[in-house]
């Protein structure tokens, strides 16, 4: 498990981040119905879009090192440790999409980072 939380890390940060890449995008280009009009019509920008293709680096990449992660630790342990991403995607907002973050959504998100650690320490 020690070596596997070295994997952990960027896993979650490439995966965090290629989320936060996907919302700037999209804020760029702004919402769409999903209908066939819409879609032909935002379906090219986004494909053209640099933050979405580099929110696709970052999730792929993200992907190769959750994989490693898979290959050496059981998923039952492994899957609940990267409710992590919830903690580093709620500040990653906060600091780059100067989201507002409630008291309230940091209870939850304090919560879940509670579970992580007992799944953690149970991994013994």
């Given at each position: 498990?020690?070596?596997?939380?070295?994997?952990?890390?960027?896993?979650?940060?490439?995966?965090t981040t290629g989320e936060l890449l996907f919302k700037i995008g999209m804020n760029r280009i702004g919402g769409f119905e999903f209908s066939a009009d819409a879609?032909?019509?935002?379906?090219?920008?986004?494909?053209?879009?640099?933050?979405i293709i580099s929110g696709f680096v970052?999730?792929?990449?993200?992907?190769v090192f959750w994989l490693a992660v898979?290959?050496?630790?059981?998923?039952?342990?492994?899957?609940?440790?990267?409710?992590?991403?919830?903690?580093?995607?709620?500040?990653?907002?906060?600091?780059l999409l100067r989201e507002r973050v409630t008291w309230?959504?940091?209870?939850?998100?304090t919560i879940i980072v509670g579970g992580v650690i007992v799944v953690g320490l149970s991994a013994g």
């Open positions: 498990m020690d070596n596997a939380i070295w994997l952990l890390i960027p896993a979650i940060l490439f995966s879609l032909k019509t935002v379906l090219p920008r986004v494909i053209r879009n640099p933050y970052g999730f792929g990449l993200g992907a898979l290959s050496r630790v059981p998923l039952s342990i492994a899957y609940p440790i990267l409710a992590l991403s919830y903690f580093v995607v709620v500040i990653e907002a906060w600091l309230k959504r940091m209870l939850g998100v």
